[in-house]
């Protein structure tokens, strides 16, 4: 009986108590509270929070409002709490600053809701302008004794651009053309010409097509009466146009030169040829009927014994571990400085990338890690990384190649410290081993001519490009044969105990 009276009295309770709500108010001033001396005083916020809204209402421009929401701290002096005030700033072309202040029209009772949540609060006020920078400040009323810490949370805020979902409804976005959407689609026709489909603005009839692909390759005027519909321009291009970037430049009337502009990927055109030309009478139709049938049998025996041999050809094959099912393997070049890095080792790195299906490490690329981690680290940190290691050696000697890579900017020789001979002495040690050897490999252009210095890399396995290219290629994702290694052991044991 006391629990049902209890749980009664809890209804009655609820039912005559109220919940705090907002009223709020343009307070420009300080708060009438600050001059009176207060024995106790309300915490700070929780949390506060910004984001722009739509206004239901819209008032000339000014359609994008500042939601501001705010959570009471659940503590005791939550009791001493009448109001809250917010405090905006905006700084653009020109600063902004104004306040309002938000009564609560119940005392609170308790620390959370009755449904035990927070107390959370929200304000949609205060026009948001275009790319403005925002400092949103509230405290609680009533607020700190002068002379006190006052306690206040703040957040800064930063108005997107038109091309926001929600800006993009302010009246000098709409007027720029954020509403528009020209659903552009270009492909190349041919080396010469792409063509590029949009659909019109109401707001405009004259238009820019540009084509850009690192640099401008084409552009051509466009300028359409009916407007609202879709329309076609032909420009014409000086590069390679399949990727490049089409740039569609509006000119309305509203906003001049400083519309919004929109963007696109050229493609290839789709190929439009037909079987046969399409004739109306049927009696040409009907003559094609009997050739179609037995072509049509004719194909569907061909492909039946096709996907047999397919299956055959799959289960013969199983045995061959291939290549192209293999993830891409990572490799570690070194090279000796007096290697042209521009027309041999760039090359050679393009050939792994493409036809190999490698990731390549080269100490050119890193040059920030090196400084930091000093060469001797790095070397130790790639080999474990990759896959396999290669010494790129050659013996070409080319006047030109030599005169452009000494004089050309950022080049090896001037730019880069040779690691080719400490990468050498540092993974000596590996092809003494039977376990590493297998890792390393030595390919050269023209004939081998490998220094004595570094004769210890004739245990590795060599290959001579372009010559060796197909073997070079499949021996990167093969394990080395034991045979071969224990042959080549013995002899780079004694090559690099000589160094």
């Given amino acids: 009986m006391s629990l049902v009276l209890l749980s009664l009295a809890v209804l009655c309770w609820g039912a005559v108590t109220p919940e705090p709500t907002i009223r709020c108010g343009s307070e420009m001033g300080p708060s009438p509270e600050w001059t009176v001396r207060h024995t106790l005083t309300p915490g700070d916020l929780r949390d506060l929070r910004v984001v722009p809204v739509i206004s239901s209402v819209a008032m000339e421009d000014n359609s994008i409002l500042m939601n501001i929401s705010w959570v009471l701290r659940a503590d005791a002096s939550i009791r001493l709490l009448t109001a809250t005030k917010i405090c905006v700033t905006g700084k653009s072309n020109f600063q902004s600053y104004s306040c309002v202040r938000c009564n609560y029209t119940e005392a609170f009772q308790t620390q959370t809701r009755p449904s035990g949540g927070k107390w959370t609060f929200s304000y949609i006020g205060f026009p948001v302008e275009l790319n403005t920078i925002y400092f949103v400040g509230a405290y609680n009323i009533p607020n700190a004794n002068m002379n006190d810490d006052s306690p206040s949370m703040s957040v800064n805020f930063t108005s997107p651009g038109c091309l926001d979902h929600v800006m993009k409804y302010k009246k000098k976005c709409i007027e720029a053309g954020s509403l528009w959407d020209p659903n552009i689609t270009a492909c190349k026709k041919n080396e010469n010409i792409v063509e590029v489909n949009f659909t019109t603005s109401p707001l405009g009839n004259r238009y820019m097509a540009f084509i850009q692909s690192n640099i401008v390759i084409g552009m051509s005027h466009v300028l359409e009466q009916n407007q609202g519909t879709r329309t076609s321009v032909l420009v014409p291009v000086t590069g390679e146009s399949e990727g490049a970037v089409v740039q569609l430049t509006p000119y309305f009337h509203t906003c001049g030169n400083d519309c919004i502009r929109r963007k696109g990927i050229v493609v290839l055109c789709p190929q439009t040829g037909a079987l046969f030309p399409l004739d109306n009478n049927r009696s040409v139709l009907s003559s094609w009927i009997p050739l179609l049938l037995p072509a049509l049998l004719i194909s569907t025996c061909v492909l039946?014994?096709?996907?047999?041999?397919?299956?055959?050809?799959?289960?013969?094959?199983?045995?061959?571990?291939?290549?192209?099912?293999?993830?891409?393997?990572?490799?570690?070049?070194?090279?000796?400085?007096?290697?042209?890095?521009?027309?041999?080792?760039?090359?050679?790195?393009?050939?792994?990338?493409?036809?190999?299906?490698?990731?390549?490490?080269?100490?050119?690329?890193?040059?920030?890690?090196?400084?930091?981690?000093?060469?001797?680290?790095?070397?130790?940190?790639?080999?474990?990384?990759?896959?396999?290691?290669?010494?790129?050696?050659?013996?070409?000697?080319?006047?030109?190649?030599?005169?452009?890579?000494?004089?050309?900017?950022?080049?090896?020789?001037?730019?880069?410290?040779?690691?080719?001979?400490?990468?050498?002495?540092?993974?000596?040690?590996?092809?003494?081993?039977?376990?590493?050897?297998?890792?390393?490999?030595?390919?050269?252009?023209?004939?081998?001519?490998?220094?004595?210095?570094?004769?210890?890399?004739?245990v590795c396995p060599t290959y001579h490009l372009m010559k060796d290219a197909a073997t070079f290629c499949t021996e990167l994702f093969h394990v080395e044969q034991h045979v071969s290694v224990g042959k080549r052991f013995q002899a780079c044991h004694n090559r690099c105990s000589c160094l």
């Fill in 304 to 458: 039946a014994i096709g996907i047999c041999l397919k299956r055959r050809h799959e289960k013969m094959k199983t045995s061959f571990p291939s290549a192209m099912l293999l993830p891409p393997i990572k490799i570690l070049v070194v090279y000796p400085s007096e290697i042209c890095f521009h027309h041999t080792v760039c090359y050679f790195t393009e050939f792994l990338q493409n036809h190999c299906r490698s990731e390549v490490i080269l100490d050119k690329w890193q040059k920030k890690k090196i400084a930091e981690m000093g060469p001797v680290q790095w070397l130790t940190t790639q080999k474990k990384a990759a896959d396999k290691v290669i010494f790129l050696l050659s013996n070409e000697v080319n006047a030109t190649c030599d005169g452009t890579c000494g004089k050309s900017e950022g080049s090896s020789r001037e730019n880069s410290q040779d690691l080719f001979p400490l990468a050498f002495n540092l993974y000596c040690s590996d092809l003494r081993s039977q376990t590493h050897l297998h890792k390393y490999m030595v390919v050269y252009f023209r004939e081998a001519d490998t220094k004595d210095d570094y004769s210890a890399l004739h």
